[in-house]
């Protein structure tokens, strides 16, 4: 088990208190932020960063999202234990980690190669594995896995992905941040086979979600 000492627990615990000075009310996904030692999904130069409140670069030229927006997206997601739920945008593996921890059946998808490789380390290390990972285009989803409960989006879209719709439940929910230069979260909730519901909340900044695969 790589390091995680009582200063990398205690800084947790601020940047929790910070979490919910922010907002965030959802207990069960402040006790699962609380969990997970987020130093271990950064490079070492930021580490001594790791519990600000603050987004980092990672490899590919991507960054590690801010932990509030990770806390947002998930509070929005209302997961509930045993749940499928499909996330775009593997990145560093924290917020993958972060589902895993609220007892969700994850599935997970990163288009860049050295990140799927770095996150399924670290996810193993640290034993929040998800049920699925894979290195591929988040555009398409995984059919062959689908339905799911729940899906997130981690990365900035220009519209909403028509194809991750029909792989949402009934009752399914989808978060998502959508727009070019910045973004509105979007939630999406589908009523019925061809019947969605949307609701828009704040700005937030990513990085683009874009099509196929980085070779
Ligand atoms: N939740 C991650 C966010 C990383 S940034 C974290 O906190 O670490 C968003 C990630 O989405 C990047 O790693 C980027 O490579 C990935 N991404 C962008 N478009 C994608 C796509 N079409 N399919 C899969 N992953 C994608």
Redesign the pocket.
Known sequence: MPVDDFKHRGRRKMLVDTLRMKGIEDENVLEAINRIPRHL?MDSAFVEFAYRDE?FP?A?G????HPY??AFQTQLLHIQRDEKVL??????????AVLVAMGAEVFT????KE?FDF?KVILRKINFEPRYQTY?????GLPSFAPFDKII???G?PEIPTELLKQLTIGGVMVIPVGEKSQKMITIIRLKEDSFEKYEFGDFQ?????????K
């Open positions: 999904f987004a990672i590919a991507q960054t590690i999202s927006t990770v996330e775009i945008g593997t990145g560093s593996g924290f917020q993958t998808i990163e288009r860049q990140l996150s591929g285009d988040g555009y398409k989006v981690t990365a879209a990513f990085v683009p979600m874009l099509e196929h695969r980085n």
